[in-house]
């Protein structure tokens, strides 16, 4: 548990954040005591940088979870065209999502499979539940229990940028994560 | 008020009333082109390919030599109709009749229909007296259809008939009473009537296009992203009278009717995950023949109505499947590692043909309804969408990689060859068939935004369906 929460803090904190002075990890963290504590992680985004004393016990408790959703500790994962295999990128991103949903127990989250423009409208809706669940079975694999985790495919049909260009439809190739319960 | 069976011809309803044949007491001549030089033979020829672009309103003599020595075709005319009555209802009515009318039977080009502008000073006939058969002579018409709209008490009263310009009688005749809130199905039923009688062909001029459109503009609730709806819609063949379907306010995508025109399928977002829903449209009520087991998507009526093939990730995987329509009976069909999806029925019913990627890409292929006798059509870089010809026609129309987009193909079984009717304008997605097999409807984005558009087997006739919002996924009504 503590290596993964490790893992999950160094991958968020390769994300190029400002590297704030992380505060040590309690030595016991406990096994099954009920959320205990936890070390505030990272701050995804730098909402206050600096001089914010007391870190809250739990981030998630003073946001609503459309708040959580439009700043998510969940990062989404990116597809190669007409793939729906996890890379290794992938991995090391579903790591780091497997450790946030470690950490809070209580959430739940629904994986968006989405596709590019560039397949038909309907071989994408299979393409997009394809990813979701390439997606969902990783996390399982590492340990996240299956029912917290649910999948939807939403195949070419909301596009995150509706550009068309590489970088939109790099952008667009992805399995999306929704906290639906925290 | 009548309305509500001239709102859904789909139903097969007869517009009127009364829709009585009124052909000459003589033997009905079938009426052909007997003149060489004038006809446009239908496979080289030239022909207006939309009312909005006739072609120029003298012949010349390059059409003449154009046409070659194929079959002449017969010319007809169809001038305005004479409004009996001094409202303008009527006179609407009047007008809208003879526009249509003129645009339904040009677009099973089974006639050459001479433009309009061509005889604005030849007078309309209100009977057969006074048809003025010389003029019509004179411009090379074969047949002329002449009619009048009159009020009656339940609406209007609408008399059309066909007459030779030759043996200067009727040779086809139908009178409607009804309602005068859509004209355009007066022109549509007569039409269809008109090419049952002369030419023994199942006209489309009354099927309706049902889609999908973002057109409402209304956001999906409760995303944080910004999304927008899509709707099920359907319209007139000709893209007049598009009434909304669904109203869920979520995704609704790839509508499919069933044979009988009543219900629609498509895959609906409503519960939050994908899942088949019927709509019986006028009945106002709803169905669920896979009873929210697992994801489902992609529905299709089987050809007698009583089964639905659909997509479904429920055992894992995304696999074909058959269901009954009241959720009974379910068969697995396909059983692959790979992506199985997008189903479509054989015209008999025995056969489905659907999109696989297990040699590596999406590929066409066909498969008997009990899961047997496997085959793969396609060839290409990337193949989807299939959608199985009606009989005569033996042939599976899909959509085919050719660049950064798709064109339509067709795929002829008999002969193992393949045809393309799109040529790079745009991406070219989702055909489906007429129920006569003589047109596809399609998506593309040659105009823009996602349109549907509608064209005939060999490529030309293309005619832009939708204008409003963007629309996705047309299928045709039987």
């Known amino acids: 548990m503590v290596l993964l929460l490790t893992m999950g803090g160094a991958a968020c904190g390769s994300k190029a954040k400002p590297p704030v002075a992380r505060p040590q990890p309690p030595a016991s963290v406990a096994d099954n005591s009920p959320p205990p504590k936890p070390p505030a992680p990272p701050q995804p985004i730098a909402e206050q940088p600096i001089s914010v004393p007391p870190i809250p016990a739990d981030e998630l408790s003073g946001r609503s979870i459309d708040d959580l959703n439009r700043d998510s500790p969940l990062k989404p994962m990116f597809f190669a065209l007409d793939s729906a295999e996890v890379s290794g990128e992938g991995q090391q991103i579903l790591q780091a999502n497997a450790a946030v949903l470690r950490k809070y127990p209580n959430m739940q989250v629904t994986i968006e499979g989405h596709c590019d423009e560039r397949g038909t409208a309907e071989y994408n809706l299979a393409l997009g539940e394809r990813r979701a669940v390439a997606a969902r079975n990783y996390l399982v694999s590492l340990g996240i229990a299956a029912d917290r985790v649910k999948t939807v495919s939403y195949g070419k049909e909301f596009p995150f940028d509706a550009g068309h260009d590489d970088a939109a439809w790099a952008n667009n190739r992805r399995a999306h994560f929704v906290i639906t319960a925290k | 008020m009548m309305t509500t069976r001239l709102r859904w011809p789909v139903l097969g309803l007869m517009v009127a009333a009364s829709a009585v044949a009124i052909a000459s007491p003589s033997a009905p001549e079938e009426l052909r082109g007997d003149r060489a030089e004038a006809a446009v033979g239908r496979a080289g020829g030239q022909q207006p390919t939309s009312p909005t672009q006739p072609t120029p309103p003298q012949r010349t003599a390059v059409e003449v030599t154009l046409t070659g020595e194929g079959g002449a075709q017969t010319r007809l005319a169809v001038p305005d109709l004479i409004a009996l009555s001094n409202d303008q209802e009527t006179q609407d009515a009047a007008r809208v009749i003879g526009e249509v009318l003129w645009n339904d039977l040009n677009y099973e080009r089974e006639f050459y229909l001479i433009p309009r502008d061509t005889y604005k000073t030849i007078p309309s006939a209100a009977s057969m007296d006074t048809v003025p058969f010389d003029r019509w002579r004179e411009l090379g018409a074969d047949g002329v259809v002449s009619g009048i709209v009159q009020r009656a008490a339940s609406g209007v009263r609408v008399e059309l008939r066909l007459y030779s310009v030759r043996a ?141 093939a659909f997509m479904s990730s429920r055992d894992g995987n995304p ?140 490529g030309r006739n293309l005619r832009q369906i939708t204008r409003d919002g963007n629309n996705w996924t047309p299928h045709w009504s039987q």
């Open chain 2, 168 to 308: 200067r009688q009727s040779v086809f005749g139908r009178e409607y009473t009804g309602s005068v809130a859509n004209p355009r199905l007066y022109a549509h039923t007569f039409s269809d009537e008109l090419h049952l009688s002369q030419r023994n062909l199942r006209g489309v001029a009354r099927t309706k296009l049902a889609f999908s459109s973002d057109r409402n503009r209304e956001a999906v609730i409760a995303t944080v992203e910004k999304r927008e709806v899509k709707e099920v819609y359907i319209a007139d063949y000709d893209g007049a009278n598009p009434r909304r379907i669904t109203i869920n306010r979520t995704l609704n995508i790839t509508p499919a009717w069933s044979p009988d025109g009543r219900s629609i399928a498509y895959t609906s977002y409503r519960s939050g995950l994908p899942d088949v829903l019927i709509s019986n449209i006028f009945a106002g009520t709803m169905e669920n023949p896979t009873k929210g087991v697992g994801q489902n998507f992609l529905p299709v009526f089987s050809p007698d109505g009583s089964r639905i």
């Open chain 2, 319 to 458: 696999e074909i499947y058959v269901v009954n329509r009241d959720g009974s009976n379910l068969v697995r069909l396909t059983n692959n590692a790979a992506t199985e999806s997008t189903p479509t029925w054989s015209p008999s019913g025995t056969q489905l043909a659907f999109t696989s990627d297990r040699s590596g890409t999406p590929q066409v292929y066909t498969v008997n309804a009990d899961g047997s006798g496997l085959r793969r059509l396609t060839s290409e870089s990337y193949a989807d969408r299939a959608t199985w010809s009606p009989a005569p026609y033996n042939e599976i129309a899909f959509a085919a990689r050719t660049g950064p987009g798709f064109d339509i193909k067709i795929y002829n079984i008999a002969s193992g060859e393949t045809r393309q009717i799109t040529f790079g304008e745009g991406t070219n997605e989702s055909p489906a068939w007429s129920p006569n097999g003589r047109h596809l409807a399609f998506m593309s984005t040659r105009a823009g935004r996602s349109q549907i558009f509608t064209v005939d087997r060999d």
